[in-house]
């Protein structure tokens, strides 16, 4: 009963954030960088001559193969969704892409490869397999929608013409005049495009196996079908209105897509790689050449290199983890001439993170601790990794020392003063090791059935276990000073801790609405994420937590907390990263968030960065606009002014603001919303160097968070306020 209720709760918050949640997908949010999500897997390739465009994600990468030993990235191209299919054309002179990614047909100036730009979209109402295009038209296998036909000719603004959306799952199409055909489900249907405003369906192929049509192509009055499973169906279509089988070549399993060159054609296998058809008598393919790759091929394109002089035919085969560039001078002996491999995703799962310095350690379940190089958030770095015998779940670190919640295998205890080289100090055989906090020179373990298990690490190279309280089942805990916490799903107990070898067992949270695995102790307050809401205790009476207020925080069972200054960062799972402002605690805000945060499962806020643990994607580092301003670099900010926080604050209605400048300077001072919506500006122009004070009266404006921001040149910093009424 309890899974079933916990299925309706999750069904009920996510109905309430399709109507709450804003069209943004960020507020006040700006993601700095990655690590452990990889770049995804190649599914589309086109090549025009040396330079190849290929889709690795929801990435375009253009890559030249001049030297193919040594392929070079020259640019790429972020578009809304994974990466489906894609085919250069021509608009008014100039080169374009056209990409179907996800729900979108995406159109790319490339006319200058080494600065492509996103330049129009257009929303499809199901998945985006593959496209095709003519003249100024492109033609889109629509997955569940079928044919879909948009105008290109105004590249900023694709324009839909016409469909035929009564077909099975659109998979892949090619144009052959005044024709278009689309493998779709059990068959491949012909179309007449003589009129793209209203496309007539002529005929229809039935599978030749029963199997899934793939993909098409069309050469010389004959189709080639692509059945995934079973291989190639040859039909002769020089009668549209009357296609006849013609034959069958047997190309293995997983059969997804073939171009010609000549009298051959080349067919992307994906279990057994690249595969040559001479096809010279088109009725009657035969099988001449074969190239195992090392991983499976989803799309390949032909395309000529330059070498020794001498242009050479290439077939560029899109792996799932890498571009390979295939020799095929000779059909029936081809050879590699030159790869580009993908940066995989990193093994495991991320649950949790703990930052310390320039390093960020991740507990990484069944691949153990990763410790990453943070120094500079957009381009982080693995330093090692320690591969525990459990499932690491939460990590503390502590003079060099890493402190692992390994699951079943207990506490293991690791030596980090070496990055590359982590050894094993020792492990400490706690039951159930669910979660991990440090206060001071303790740290304190959800130890499941022994509830809080204290370990003494004055000495962090010798941890002693020093205590524990078995009365009570520990799912999450979180400590900070003389308060230590542990969760038990619906409700929280609070331990005074001040004599760590003896914690005495205090007051609780009450009855938690949906549950909780993860919370925060900060001062005298507690932040527990409980499912879809963030509530607030007020600790000063141990004894008799009290609710001071609470917020709508969006749904997660395995949410946790981190508190930096007057910010409060929830991981919310499917809701990605939320922030509050905790200044008032009977009044939380949500004042940023960032939606697209894949599975965030852990967070550890400093300094304005949030270091989220997101489940398949690794380590993600977010900044707080609200903290840093537009420009986080102090040396800046400190060569042109100084802002200072504005007094009264709290204020009703009225407050001063001062401010110095170094040196003549164009200014403006602005007043925000916490929807960083302008609501006043303050000050405006030129003015010269030497201390300021401007007062802000706030009679209009309701109670609530406010922030005020200089902007000096391309500097600026933000603080915040608080009006009371």
């Known amino acids: 009963m309890q899974l079933r209720n916990r299925f309706l709760q999750a069904l009920l918050v996510m109905f309430c954030m399709m109507g709450a949640v804003s069209a943004q997908s960020a507020l006040n949010i700006t993601k700095q960088g990655n690590w452990g999500k990889g770049e995804g897997e190649i599914k589309a390739v086109f090549a025009a001559g040396p330079v190849t465009y290929y889709g690795v994600g929801n990435k375009v990468q253009i890559t030249a193969f001049s030297d193919p030993a040594n392929p070079l990235k020259l640019a790429s191209v972020d578009v809304p969704e994974l990466v489906e299919d894609l085919v250069r054309t021509s608009i008014s002179s100039n080169q374009y892409l056209v990409v179907a990614n996800g729900e979108n047909l995406s159109i790319i100036n490339v006319q200058n490869p080494t600065s492509p730009s996103l330049v129009g979209n257009a929303a499809l109402s199901s998945t985006a397999e593959g496209v095709a295009t003519s003249g100024n038209y492109a033609y889109v296998a629509a997955g569940g929608a079928g044919l879909q036909i948009y105008d290109i000719s105004n590249p900023a603004n694709p324009t839909w013409v016409s469909a035929i959306d009564t077909l099975s799952w659109g998979e892949g199409v090619v144009i052959s005049q005044p024709y278009c055909y689309m493998a779709h489900g059990g068959r491949t249907s012909i179309i007449d495009i003589s009129n793209p405003a209203a496309p007539v369906l002529v005929s229809q192929i039935p599978s030749f196996s029963g199997g899934w049509n793939q993909d098409v192509n069309v050469r010389s009055g004959y189709a080639y079908i692509c059945e995934y499973d079973f291989g190639i169906q040859v039909v002769n279509v020089t009668n549209p209105a009357s296609p006849s089988q013609a034959n069958w070549v047997d190309t293995g399993n997983r059969t997804a897509f073939m171009v010609f060159d000549g009298n051959y054609g080349y067919v992307a296998n994906g279990d057994s790689g690249l595969r040559v058809l001479d096809v010279s008598i088109p009725s009657s393919p035969v099988e001449v050449g074969i190239l195992p790759t090392s991983d499976r091929v989803r799309k390949i394109w032909f395309g000529a290199i330059t070498i020794g002089g001498t242009p050479t035919g290439h077939i560029y085969c899109a792996a799932q983890s890498a571009m390979i560039a295939v020799n095929v001078s000779n059909p029936v002996s081809m050879t590699v001439s030159g790869q ?22 991740v507990a990484y379940g069944s691949a153990g601790l990763r410790i990453l190089d943070v ?11 320690f591969d525990t015998p459990g499932d690491a779940r939460e990590v503390v670190v502590k003079d060099d020392v890493a402190f692992i919640a390994d699951r079943d295998e207990g506490v293991r205890v690791v030596d980090v003063s070496n990055p590359a080289a982590p050894t094993e100090i020792t492990s400490i055989a706690t039951p159930r090791a669910r979660g991990i906090a440090i206060s001071g020179n303790y740290v304190y373990v959800a130890a499941s059935d022994s509830g809080l298990a204290v370990i003494d690490a004055t000495n962090a190279s010798s941890p002693v276990w020093v205590a524990s309280s078995s009365a009570f089942y520990g799912e999450g805990v979180a400590a900070f000073g003389n308060i230590a916490a542990i ?23 009450g009855g938690l609405a949906n549950g909780t695995a993860g919370l925060a102790v900060n001062g005298n307050y507690s932040y527990v994420h409980d499912f879809d809401t963030l509530r607030i205790y007020d600790l000063s009476n141990l004894d008799a937590p009290v609710e001071v207020g609470k917020s709508f925080s969006g749904g997660s069972w395995d949410g946790t907390a981190s508190i930096d ?39 550890t806020a400093k300094n304005g960065l949030a270091y989220v643990a997101e489940r398949a994607d690794g380590l993600t580092i977010y900044r707080n606009e609200l903290v840093v301003g537009i420009a986080d670099d102090d040396r800046q900010i400190a060569e042109n002014f100084t802002l200072e926080q504005n007094y009264p604050n709290p204020f009703n209605p009225g407050t001063r603001i001062n401010f110095q400048l170094v040196k003549n300077t164009k200014i403006t001072l602005d007043v ?16 010269s160097a030497g201390d300021y004070s401007v007062d802000f009266n706030a009679q209009n404006l309701s109670s609530g968070v406010y922030f005020y921001r200089l902007t000096a040149g391309n500097v600026s910093q933000t603080r915040k306020m608080l009006l009371l009424k």
Do not use: M
């Open 672 to 687: 925000l919303n916490t929807l960083g919506q302008k609501v006043a500006t303050l000050v405006e122009g030129v003015h």
């Open 565 to 603: 200054g007057n910010f409060a960062y929830l991981n919310c799972e499917e809701y990605g990263l939320r922030v509050f402002d905790i200044s008032n605690p009977a009044n939380p805000t949500e004042v940023a968030y960032f939606d697209d945060a894949p599975i965030a499962r852990g967070v």
């Open 340 to 361: 580009l491999t993908v940066q995989p995703a990193a093994d495991g799962s991320a649950f949790s993170t703990f930052v310390d310095g320039d390093k960020a350690y």
């Open 375 to 385: 120094s500079n958030p957009a381009n982080i770095s693995e330093l090692g990794q």
């Open 487 to 509: 969760t038990r799903w619906d409700n929280v107990l609070f331990f005074d801790v001040t004599n760590p070898a003896a914690p005495a067992a205090k007051g609780e949270s």
